[in-house]
Nanobody, 121 residues
Framework: QVQLVESGGGLVQPGGSLRLSCAASGSIFSIRSMGWYRQAPGKQRDLVATITSDDNTHYAESVKGRFTISRDNAKNTVYLQMNSLKPEDTAVYYC???????????????WGQGTQVTVSS
């Protein structure tokens, strides 16, 4: 089992910045990818950004140029630096980790509990 602990959400004014963190712990042999998704009220959960074990990144078009995803492999932690925030970025942000508990098992998908990001004046 893998536990994900998220932090860094909160209330920020339009144009402001926030940094989200997600630390993974537990039965981890290797992490294939880490990422962030978000879900606004009444909407589906959408991908925000992902980063693979070899640092390949992928961003949703709506956040390109404003958000940066990074990871610290030694700490099994993924970060999301969010700049130039807009009201439409308001959502619950969920950490996502794809990892293998042993060399002999398939990858599993794990989700964090979610952290609220509210962009409002």
């Amino acid at each position: 089992q893998v536990q994900l602990v998220e932090s860094g959400g909160g209330l920020v004014q339009p144009g402001g910045s926030l940094r989200l963190s997600c630390a993974a712990s537990g039965s981890i042999f290797s992490i294939r990818s880490m990422g962030w998704y978000r879900q606004a009220p009444g909407k589906q959960r959408d991908l925000v950004a992902t980063i693979t074990s070899d640092d390949n990144t992928h961003y949703a078009e709506s956040v390109k140029g404003r958000f940066t995803i990074s990871r610290d492999n030694a700490k099994n932690t993924v970060y999301l630096q969010m700049n130039s925030l807009k009201p439409e970025d308001t959502a619950v942000y969920y950490c996502n980790v794809v990892s293998r508990p042993t060399p002999y098992t398939r990858p599993y998908i794990y989700w964090g509990q979610g952290t609220q990001v509210t962009v409002s004046s």
